[in-house]
């Protein structure tokens, strides 16, 4: 089975600033995509951006971008002009070419400082 | 509105006492998977579906059961409740294909006293 892997529990960032959420990954397949997920106090779970392997083109979406190193299994989430509304837990995740299965990362908690 | 629906929200119950979390989704979804959300450990897959059906175990199966009787709908059914199964447990449903994220339901916090 794949997995993945966030070696940050907790961030914090003060607000405005830009902070970066890493994620790796291990996989044998050459064609999958990634995820990052935001799950806010109210549990939501919420989709913020995604990235498909074979892009080298790195996905943006206004203030949230990746920065995707195949060779390295890398996918961390940059959250720019941070704002009190991002704090909540991140998790990355891995969708392979079976389709069915997702996995996922531990989730990293970020707070927001005003 | 696009969405999945699970209940309850809350749940407590006793040990050995049989329980079923409901799903349901009306995006005509091919995918529906169980999740079930503890602290440090993440989202792990319970069970999941890709059609009427189909069912497979996940990563954490043991003590759940599922059906997909119908395309919309895809209970989680817990035969003999434990503590151990104390957890936020999460519902979610997708097209097929990898490029489409999960769509979740809003999550059903069961304790299991």
């Known amino acids: 089975a794949q997995t993945v892997t966030q070696s940050q529990p907790e961030m914090s960032v003060q607000e405005a600033e830009t902070v970066t959420l890493s994620c790796t990954y291990d996989?044998?397949?050459?064609?999958?995509?990634l995820f990052w997920y935001k799950q806010p106090p109210s549990r939501q779970m919420i989709l913020v951006i995604r990235q498909e392997a074979y892009k080298q083109q790195n996905a943006t979406e206004n203030r949230f971008s990746v920065n995707f190193q195949k060779a390295a299994k890398s996918f961390s989430l940059k959250i720019s002009d941070s704002q009190l509304g991002d704090a909540a837990m991140y998790f990355c995740?891995?969708?392979?070419?079976?389709?069915?299965?997702?996995?996922f990362g531990t989730g990293t908690s970020l707070t927001v400082i005003p | 509105e696009a969405q999945v629906t699970q209940n309850p929200r809350y749940l407590i119950t006793v040990t050995g006492k049989k329980l079923t979390v409901t799903c349901s989704q009306n995006?005509?979804?091919?995918?529906m998977s169980w999740y079930r959300q503890d602290p440090g450990l993440g989202l792990r897959q319970i069970y999941y579906s890709m059609n009427v059906e189909v069912t497979d175990k996940g990563d954490v199966p043991e003590g759940y059961k599922v059906s997909r009787k119908e395309k919309r709908n895809f209970p989680l059914i817990l035969e003999s409740p434990s503590p151990n199964q104390t957890s936020l447990y999460f519902c979610?449903?997708?097209?097929?294909?990898?490029?489409?994220?999960?769509?979740f339901g809003s999550g059903t916090r069961l304790t299991v006293v």
């Open positions: 995740a891995y969708r392979g070419n079976t389709g069915n299965q997702f996995y």
């Open positions: 995006m005509n979804h091919e995918y």
């Open positions: 979610a449903s997708s097209m097929a294909g990898q490029y489409y994220g999960y769509t």
């Open positions: 996989t044998s397949e050459s064609d999958y995509y």
